[in-house]
């Protein structure tokens, strides 16, 4: 029986393939579109916008209330939106998960791979980022993550001066990330709402470049956010990610 914890470790190794399926599997190959009912417009909501656990303000004053509010209920809802636009029509897909349906985007009908690329890939990854901010956070890591970052970095200000440099150079709109690579943690960076999931790698942590994140508090001062975004960083929760991306 595959387990959650288990999918994960499956993600961080890379055997994406093996785990979810071939072409074969008859819930990938070719699924047909549902036939108009009575219902037919309704657009089902597999995919729920997941509430903020704080206040719009909690964050501040690193990341304004405004921001965070426009943030959540207006680009984060619309991802949702338009996945759920693009899965109506196909209910054998509606029983995927987000990571199913991401990791193997190339799978699906071809008219609906952008929106899961792009919308999907959106929920995603907003949904480890609310999840990775707290109030109560900041300060150094501690736990298994903050080990595990001085032995590949030799120190977190390393680490952080690394990840926020990668953070920097992204051209128009993407993420930084903190994944792990089999047993290795590396930095990378993706384009717009990828996620590190579809190469095979597990995100123990990752933050937003896109302008949205940050425009109405930084401007164009990109590195100013990604310098605060420590700040909040709920360390928690991401010794969490990282234990769970390790084998039972």
């Given at each position: 029986?595959?387990?959650?914890?288990?999918f994960l470790f499956l993600l961080s190794a890379g055997t994406t393939a093996t785990f979810f399926g071939s072409a074969t599997n008859s819930s990938w190959a070719n699924p047909s579109?549902?036939?108009?009912?009575?219902?037919?417009?309704?657009?089902?909501?597999?995919?729920?916008?997941?509430?903020?656990?704080?206040?719009?303000?909690?964050?501040?004053?690193?990341?304004?209330?405004?921001?965070?509010?426009?943030?959540?209920?207006?680009?984060?809802?619309?991802?949702?939106?338009?996945?759920?636009?693009?899965?109506?029509?196909?209910?054998?897909?509606?029983?995927?998960?987000?990571?199913?349906?991401?990791?193997?985007?190339?799978?699906?009908?071809?008219?609906?791979?952008?929106?899961?690329?792009?919308?999907?890939?959106?929920?995603?990854?907003?949904?480890?980022?609310?999840?990775?901010?707290?109030?109560?956070?900041?300060?150094?890591?501690?736990?298994?993550?903050?080990?595990?970052?001085?032995?590949?970095?030799?120190?977190?200000?390393?680490?952080?001066?690394?990840?926020?440099?990668?953070?920097?150079?992204?051209?128009?709109?993407?993420?930084?990330?903190?994944?792990?690579?089999?047993?290795?943690?590396?930095?990378?960076?993706?384009?717009?709402?990828?996620?590190?999931?579809?190469?095979?790698?597990?995100?123990?942590?990752?933050?937003?470049?896109?302008?949205?994140?940050?425009?109405?508090?930084?401007?164009?001062?990109?590195?100013?956010?990604?310098?605060?975004?420590?700040?909040?960083?709920?360390?928690?929760?991401?010794?969490?990610?990282?234990?769970?991306?390790?084998?039972?």
């Amino acid at each position: 029986m595959t387990t959650r914890r288990n999918f994960l470790f499956l993600l961080s190794a890379g055997t994406t393939a093996t785990f979810f399926g071939s072409a074969t599997n008859s819930s990938w190959a070719n699924p047909s579109p549902a036939k108009p009912t009575a219902k037919d417009g309704a657009v089902a909501n597999v995919f729920k916008l997941p509430p903020l656990t704080y206040d719009y303000n909690a964050l501040e004053p690193h990341i304004d209330a405004a921001t965070m509010k426009f943030h959540h209920d207006k680009h984060h809802a619309g991802y949702v939106k338009k996945l759920n636009d693009a899965l109506n029509k196909y209910p054998e897909l509606q029983t995927k998960t987000i990571e199913e349906l991401v990791i193997n985007r190339r799978k699906l009908p071809k008219n609906i791979q952008s929106s899961v690329r792009n919308n999907g890939g959106g929920h995603l990854n907003h949904t480890m980022y609310w999840k990775i901010m707290s109030p109560q956070g900041g300060g150094k890591p501690t736990g298994k993550i903050a080990a595990a970052i001085k032995k590949r970095f030799g120190s977190f200000e390393k680490f952080k001066t690394q990840f926020n440099e990668a953070g920097t150079k992204v051209f128009g709109s993407g993420w930084v990330w903190l994944v792990l690579d089999k047993d290795r943690l590396e930095i990378m960076t993706t384009r717009n709402q990828d996620n590190p999931i579809s190469l095979g790698l597990y995100p123990i942590l990752g933050n937003d470049v896109w302008e949205h994140a940050y425009y109405l508090n930084y401007q164009n001062r990109r590195p100013d956010y990604l310098s605060a975004w420590w700040n909040v960083v709920n360390w928690t929760e991401v010794n969490k990610r990282f234990e769970k991306s390790k084998p039972a």
